[in-house]
């Protein structure tokens, strides 16, 4: 008997001591589409995630805690990105690196704000995210209307005097940045032959190509996604067409090859400068390059998005988001994408979007100042 009431007294205690352990935990969220049509999006969000929860860790935690990461799936779909942020904030996490569509990220937003969560999105840039005076919200990328007027630059330099039509998906992502577009191409003297919409998770554009092809377009802008951008793109080339096509940062994804094939070669896109080529990176890009991980995409400002938090939480002594969010306001943190400084609305004050090309061989790079 005496050796059972040992054991059971052993028992007992090694519960105590894993109850204890757990309670120390901290447990922070990454929000995305895990699943659906852009989940390619997803494992990069939740790949920058991992590995900087895990190297916060092994640098001893936040505020004496090892964190512990709740990743949650929001299929790029607003109401089931509100209950995600409802289920979040009912779980008192403090904070959410999330999410990737705009039309998930604002509506989140508000469930986040009376949950009393911190929310940086890595990824989402329509310019509403910031400007709605939440005091919750932040973002790592920027800003459509930024990310706009890149490629209305360089489509007024690069196709002066040519047909351009613009596409847009409906999406509060995809109409946002056409129409950001459009603006800056406007104010440059520019006006499109051609503006028209199509639904998110089509696949039949033949009728749109069609009308292209009728008006002898140069360049398409599409505001809109990499599925969708790769079929329309796809469907041109089966019609003969030659016709370049140009779209957003939702196409730094090689999933976009796999849709084109060799026929993406030529295809434009905006994004800031590639995160992988910063001295800043050098260390975290070799370490998922040893997990056999191209952090490509979003990858790197999920983890960038990680390292503000974790650094603000440092210097504030506190994980009250609300105190954690005025810090960031207040400072400079160093992270993957370089030093990155705030401003009153929560949008990075390094503003720096480039243009780049697809090749043939399911690769792109960033062009030069001259175009090429």
Known sequence: MKS???????????????????????????????????SAFGRQMKNGADLAVA????????????????????????????????????????????????????????????????QITPASTNPLFTERKLWN?????????????????????????????????????????????KKALNKAGITEKLNESYNKGDKDFNAIVSRLKKENIDLVYVGGYHQEAGLILRQMRDQGMKTILMSGDALADKEYASITGPAGEGTLFTFGPDPRNKPSAKKIVEAFKAKGIDPEGYTLYTYAAMQVWSQAVKKAGTTDAKKVMNTIKAGKWDTVLGQLEYD??????????????????GGYAELNANGT
Not at 10 to 15: K, L, M
């Open 4 to 38: 059972l009431k040992l054991i059971g007294l052993a028992f007992g205690a090694s519960v105590a001591l894993s109850t204890a352990a757990f309670a120390d935990d901290l447990t922070i969220a990454v929000a995305g589409p895990m699943t659906g049509t852009e």
């Open 55 to 118: 190297d916060i860790n092994a640098a001893g935690g936040v505020a004496g805690k090892k964190l512990v990461l709740d990743a949650e799936d929001d299929a790029c779909d607003p109401k089931q990105a509100r209950s995600v942020a409802e289920k979040i904030a009912s779980a008192k996490i403090p904070f959410v690196a999330g999410h990737f569509c705009s039309s998930s990220s604002i509506p989140a937003s508000e469930a986040y704000a009376d949950g009393n969560v911190l």
């Open 137 to 181: 919200v932040a973002r790592v990328c920027g800003r459509d209307d930024q990310q706009g007027l890149i490629a209305a630059q360089y489509i007024a330099k690069n196709f002066k005097g040519k047909n351009i039509a613009i596409l847009n998906d409906k999406t509060t992502y995809g109409k946002g940045l056409a129409d950001e577009t």
């Open 344 to 361: 009153a609305k929560g949008d990075i004050k390094q503003i720096d979007y480039v243009v780049y090309k697809w090749d043939a061989k």
